[in-house]
């Protein structure tokens, strides 16, 4: 099972940091993948990581302004927002697989419950 959390209300310029939570067993050997989804549109890949940390990935969108970790021995993995923008606001889920880093959603799968980010003007 995997919980998101640290989501909130936000001005343009400013920064949140999510967490994802995974309890029920370890998912240390999975790779870790954040998406969003914004009201209307499609679930889109936001960042992810390996789970040997060795290699991260991150939509154009968002690059230079969001950094993914994760840290093994808490079974967490974060998402650190900065710069946040407008069209940043979305629903974030975070999500496990054993495919490797994959941007597709279809290779994930355990999905967290999501945390709503929502950026203000």
């Known amino acids: 099972q995997l919980q998101a959390s640290g989501g909130g209300l936000v001005q343009v310029g400013g920064s949140l940091r999510l967490s994802c939570a995974a309890s029920?067993?370890?998912?240390?050997?999975?790779?870790l993948g954040w998406f969003r989804q914004a009201p209307g549109k499609e679930r889109e890949f936001v960042a992810s990581?390996?789970?040997?940390?060795?290699?991260?990935y991150y939509a154009d969108s968002v690059k230079g302004r969001f950094t993914i970790s994760r840290d093994n021995a808490k079974n967490t993995g974060y998402l650190q927002m900065n710069s946040l923008k407008p069209e940043d606001t979305a629903v974030y889920y975070c999500a496990v697989t054993v495919v490797g880093a994959s941007s597709d959603h279809n290779h994930y799968m355990y999905w967290g419950q999501g945390t709503q980010v929502t950026v203000s003007s």
């Open positions: 990581i390996t789970w040997t940390e060795n290699s991260r």
């Open positions: 029920g067993r370890t998912f240390s050997r999975y790779a």
